[in-house]
């Protein structure tokens, strides 16, 4: 059997790791939830059926390759409909979600069917096939915010743009990041901050529903030399150190570092463009 192992998959078993230290990355047997990059992925794999026929005095090796293919797919899209269910959207799962609610249900069971190829298919020395499925956190997002409770699109074009222009570039502050590597903390799709009065600092009301969706409202990281903190608050972002998280999934922060995001926020509307980024152990 021909050995073909893509980049992409050395890339999953290594975050599979048990040793993987990545609190951004919930890992199982058959894929892993990256929040941190807002994917979620999957692998199956399937026996590669092979038979023999006959050919004039030849006895040739068919192998049905399309076939192993489709079942791997099969068992990749159902491990992946599983790995969803797992994903904490804000301290329920999606699992739970999709039990609440039928519509709901049938949504996200469409776009996991729907689920696109990453990466080149493996074939393993066992004879079989192996081939990765994903979907993005946008696509769960889509189906799952509400359009209540968001900011006005037309407000937050609008917000800030004076204010901006008139602070000299190098000045500007480009972003927040909650230091939260001394506390247990769950990552999930849309948290939310309070301050120590347990007054919201941070949620759906301070940015738009389109954001929320497509970018996510908290990026993650372990260190500020990930490669996703730059893009996500810039290079001179203000640091805020969490206090708790009051349920694991929630941040809470000092009245006093509530108090100074505030203030930036009025300046620089980062909330607003969900210019927030949380690091985790």
């Known amino acids: 059997m021909v050995k073909y192992l893509s980049i992409f998959l050395l890339i999953t078993n290594n975050l599979l790791a048990v040793d993987s230290p990545s609190a951004c990355v919930v890992r199982t047997d058959h894929g892993f939830i990256d929040y941190a990059n807002r994917v979620i992925i999957s692998r199956g794999t399937a026996s590669v059926v092979a038979k023999e026929i006959s050919q004039g005095d030849l006895q040739l090796v068919?192998?049905?390759?399309k076939l192993s293919k489709g079942e791997?797919?099969?068992?990749?899209?159902e491990n992946l409909l599983e790995l969803v269910k797992l994903v904490n959207y804000d301290g329920r799962t999606v699992g739970e979600i999709m039990l609440e609610d039928a519509l709901t249900d049938?949504?996200?069971a469409t776009l996991v069917s729907s689920a696109y190829q990453q990466g080149e298919i493996e074939y393993l020395e066992r004879n079989e096939v192996a081939i990765a499925l994903a979907v993005k956190m946008s696509g769960i997002a889509e189906i799952l915010v509400d359009a209540s409770g968001h900011m006005n699109e037309n407000l937050a074009q609008s917000t800030f743009l004076m204010t901006?222009?008139?602070?000299?570039?190098?000045?500007?502050?480009?972003g927040v990041v909650i230091d939260a590597r001394n506390i247990y903390h769950i990552p999930a799709m849309v948290p939310?901050?309070?301050?120590?009065?347990?007054?919201?600092i941070y949620g759906p009301r301070h940015y738009t529903r389109s954001r929320s969706v497509n970018r996510g409202p908290i990026g993650y990281a372990h260190t500020m030399k990930d490669g996703n903190v730059r893009r996500r608050v810039g290079n001179n972002p203000i640091m805020i150190?969490?206090?708790?998280?009051?349920?694991?999934?929630?941040l809470t922060i000092s009245n006093i570092d509530a108090e100074h995001i505030r203030a930036v926020e009025k300046k620089f509307g980062l909330l607003t463009d969900c210019k927030v980024l949380v690091l985790l152990k």
């Open 62 to 65: 068919e192998k049905n390759l």
């Open 72 to 77: 791997a797919r099969a068992r990749a899209r």
């Open 106 to 108: 049938s949504r996200i």
């Open 192 to 200: 939310k901050v309070f301050n120590e009065d347990d007054k919201l």
């Open 241 to 250: 150190e969490a206090v708790s998280s009051n349920d694991t999934v929630n």
């Open 164 to 174: 901006r222009s008139s602070i000299p570039k190098a000045e500007r502050i480009s």
